[in-house]
């Protein structure tokens, strides 16, 4: 039994002494007071099917008892910075994660957000190329400091930042984009502002595979390839930002840049990383790491022994439960359904993703593709009401973003279409 605070108690706290910016997923705000596995419980005890936490931080399950178990025996045993000593879950972590990538793709710096890892890559491909010219794509999301704020594509995440040298390129977005599936006419635009836009060299292109915050995009077939080359051609090193997309979320692949068949130089991770303990990485390759030791390099708490034992489970866990063949099986079967909503109401204007990284875009009217905003938050409240959680995302914040927990079931998937179909029946 909950012995808490109200969530009207929690709210006007949160009010009062938390930032004015936080933002609320739903009208009434649901108080979590436990979780477990795909499910989340409020203070009545009340369950509550998570198909967002995937994202928000939650890969294997919320409090899977592998994960926990791993960070409750490390916190006994020892926690401290990860510099200044040895200890071996920190290098049994690095070698496990490397062993999960393609190519020479092998050393590991540990960081503590998403933040900090793209952060952290944009220094070291400007370090490397000894250029600053960085390319990103419209729509993306790449964190929230001065850097990665400024090669953040969307204006909605940004505040007066100095963009740094980051150029924008158009998204390859199949559903709104201007080149519709065509992913060579978009790959032309990076090579157009290359010539245009920078002195013909450039330190990085960064990119999601899959966009997340920006409404579940992704990008259209045959992007990457020739975009890859075009960088390598202009001497910049080419990331993928893999914080929303990797750790088998696709299903089809571990990795979201192996959905296009491209080999990055820099590969970036957060959220799911941990099952929900602060936890990035970024990987990359022997030669380009060397960069880092012209000064001193130090993050405190980045890749801990605690949150470094919760990511080695969190591997674990994945292949033990065979969670990627699951993301494929029931993320299939989730878009099906969907697909069989979309035939049944015009509100719905795409259904598009990957395994369990799934987006629905809510439009007026089919042909114009006006956003349908207030609709999007409508229904996102009455599925609460009925007991299911999903997000909302993309520049007009009228895209569903359906990203549960890996452990997510073909029941599961039923209860959220089934409560989908009935909130959009009463509107
Ligand atoms: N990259 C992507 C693709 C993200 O979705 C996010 C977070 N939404 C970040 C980077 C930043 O991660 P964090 O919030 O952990 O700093």
Known sequence: PYNGPSADEILAKRKAYLSPSLSQLHSKA???VDGKMQY?????GRRYLDAFGG?????????????VEAI??????????????????????????ASKFPGDLKVVFFTNSGTEANELALLIARLYTGCQDIISLRNGYHGNAAG??????????????????????????????????DGEKYA???QNLIDFGTSGNVAAFVSEAIQGVGGIVELAPGYLPPVYSSIKK??????????????????SHFWGFETQGVVPDIVTMAKGIGNGIPLGAVVTTPEIAEVLTRRQYFNTFGGNPVCTAAGLAVLRVIEKENLQKNALVVGSYVKERLNALKDKYEIIGDVRGRGLMLGVELVTDRQQKTPAKAETVHILDQMKELGVLIGKGGYYGNVFRITPPLCFTKEDADFLVDAMDYAMSKM
């Open 234 to 251: 202009a001497g910049g090193l080419c990331i993928a930002d893999e914080v929303q997309c990797g750790f088998a979320r696709t299903g």
């Open 55 to 67: 994202i928000a931080t939650v890969c294997c399950g919320h409090c899977h008892p592998d994960v």
């Open 30 to 32: 649901l108080n979590a």
């Open 40 to 44: 989340l419980f409020d203070e009545e």
């Open 72 to 97: 409750v025996n490390q916190t006994k045993r020892l926690q401290h910075s990860t510099v200044l000593y040895l200890n071996s879950a920190i290098a049994d972590f690095a070698e496990a994660l």
């Open 188 to 190: 032309k635009d990076v």
């Open 148 to 181: 990665t704020m400024g090669a953040t594509g969307q204006s909605i995440w940004k505040y007066n930042v100095v963009q740094g040298g980051v150029h924008h390129a158009l998204n390859p977005d199949p559903y709104r984009g201007v080149f519709g599936s």
